[in-house]
């Protein structure tokens, strides 16, 4: 796509999931920023680069999930929606006004998701 | 602590030899040194009020005393009280192994009066199993492996209560040691861990639990993966291909619960994969070497692949043909790295592939993404060779 491309951070610690998901949305016509399957490089991502959305899993394994990748986000303004497969009560960080894909999503209800984010 | 403190002197004034401290009483001076001035004295009232004056002091070093034992006593039941309110159970031995004393919480919770052994032998009295079901030998106790020179013993046990029911005690046991520092006996604690054993044992059946429904769910999506390929026109190959992908990444996850899901060893993430799809026909070699599990995931999924490439199209689909799969620690541009290397020898000349399959998707790209690492494919005449380099990142 061109340069005008909205560009999504994809943040998910299921490689194989990561690089579907990546995809997908690249089919669709956006750029994806990562993906990244590790802490210290998504926080990077989301402090520095130019990004549009975010997709954001929970639970990144051991105990570590994306709290302080939203709170940065947050912070610059870029709209945030999480995926998961557990229980949308076990996101305690998620804002109400955040929306939450279930794992596993459908393409379609995943685009849905992404597009109105961006609109 | 306010009933010792209300204990009045005169109490132990009576019987000072009922305690066990030094002999209370020291020996008058008075019939021993008589005082100089008795001789110069002939006013038998001057001496009548001297002797008068001594009684006083021996009357006032007598509290004294009395005074220091109360203040030892009041330590003593202190100490008593605060044995009694541990919430462990506390035996103390001397150093032939004769138990001394027990607090009330032994016989609360092994559910029988304590048994006084006269000895280490006679600790059988004590009646404990090991988690395999042998019983505890008297000198395993930590009572006895103190007292034979340890500083310090613990051992967890079933212990056989009075009531002929069992549960989980964890022992700790430490030398008694008096003033100059010579050892005069042990204590154990006694520590009812039955609670902790069976959340444990909980937990792993759980555990089991959780695998086997992980298991079931990729069963499921095997069949439903085949259910829908069956009448479709896709060629039967692809079929067995997907198949055999989602057995391995199950099999690597099995591997991954058994171990608790932290980590697993190099070698056998290596083992597990090629013994069961090339067996034999792979020599591989390395050190130890310690991975975590979402990359124990991505090399197993990797040598699969790598694997069954090499037997169809590679080295492995000839007789001669051979793989070496090596691993070693290594600084990498100062950075502590490991290098796994995959080379395919006497095989078929390669064909490179500009198509880029699910196997190059897994040996390339989610591998080099899962491990934070690089990936370096190259097509030699004789065989394919793979270098994977992943930092090792201290957590």
Known sequence: ?119 | MSDALSLKPEAYLVKPDTLTDRPAMRVSPLPQTPRPHAEISVDRLDEIEELKQRIAELEAENAEQAMRLRTKRTKLLEFEAMVETAPVGILIADASGRITYGNHLVEEMLRHPIHFSENVDDYHEWTAFHGDGSKVDVQEYPLARVLAGETYSELDVQYLRGDDTQFWMRIIGRPVFDADDNRIGAAVALIDIDRERKLQDTQQILIRELNHRVKNAFSVVKSIVNQSLRYSSVEQHVRRTLDHRLDAYAAAHGRLMDTKWQSGDFKQVVTDIVDHVAPGRVSYSGPPHEINSGEALAFSMAFYELATNAIKYGALSVPEGRVTLTWDLQDIDEVPSLIVNWTELNGPAVVRSERKGFGSFITNRAIALETGGTVEMDFKEAGVSWTCIVPIEEE
Request: aromatic residues 2%; negative net charge.
């Open chain 1, 1 to 119: 796509m061109s340069d005008e491309s909205r560009r999504v951070l994809v943040v998910e610690d299921e490689v194989i999931l990561a690089l579907d998901l990546t995809e997908i949305i690249e089919d669709h016509g956006y750029a994806v920023v990562g993906p990244c399957s590790r802490l210290k490089h998504a926080e990077r991502a989301a402090r520095e680069d130019k990004i549009d959305a975010a997709l954001l899993d929970v639970n990144l394994g051991h105990g570590k999930t994306t709290e302080g990748i939203a709170k940065i986000l947050r912070e610059r303004n870029i709209p945030i929606a999480f995926i998961t497969a557990e229980a949308p009560s076990s996101v305690a960080f998620r804002k109400s006004e955040e929306p939450l894909i279930r794992k596993p999503s459908s393409t379609t209800a995943l685009m849905n998701c992404i597009e109105r984010l961006v609109a």
